[in-house]
């Protein structure tokens, strides 16, 4: 479900609108058009609860950056925009189940100095 949302459809897209775009701008170095994609924060920063999702959007982000890259000295830039959580249901679920999950997991005390090789070594 997610794959198909998030990175399939953003890659039928993209085959059909930068297509165009690229014909349009072909030779035309006066036009400037721009693809951009809605993506999402999750790309970057991995939710544990969400990762199925983030990772769709890891995709997402990828095939945008990749594109760009195809796109360059065209006339046609892609990029992608990255908006913060929203507040829905959805994500009070997982932060609840995020919450719970640390809760239950005992805490270390916090680093005061960096690791010695030693302490690695067995």
């Not at 059909?16 to 036009?31: P, S, V």
């Not at 829905?88 to 932060?95: D, G, I, Y």
């Not at 640390?102 to 805490?107: E, H, K, L, T």
Request: positive net charge; contains cysteine.
């Amino acid at each position: 479900h997610y794959i198909n949302t998030n990175f399939f459809s953003s890659l039928r897209l993209s085959r059909h609108w930068l297509q165009g775009m690229l014909k349009r701008n072909k030779g035309n170095y006066d036009i400037y058009s721009a693809y951009i994609m809605i993506s999402n924060v999750a790309g970057v920063r991995i939710n544990p609860g969400m990762l199925h999702y983030s990772t769709t959007k890891q995709m997402q982000i990828g095939l945008a950056r990749g594109l760009a890259q195809l796109t360059k000295g065209t006339g046609v830039t892609v990029n992608s925009v990255l908006p913060g959580p929203v507040r829905t249901e959805r994500l009070e679920s997982a932060l609840q189940d995020i919450a719970g999950e640390r809760a239950s997991v005992p805490r270390r005390p916090k680093a005061t100095s960096l690791g010695q090789p030693i302490n690695c070594s067995g």
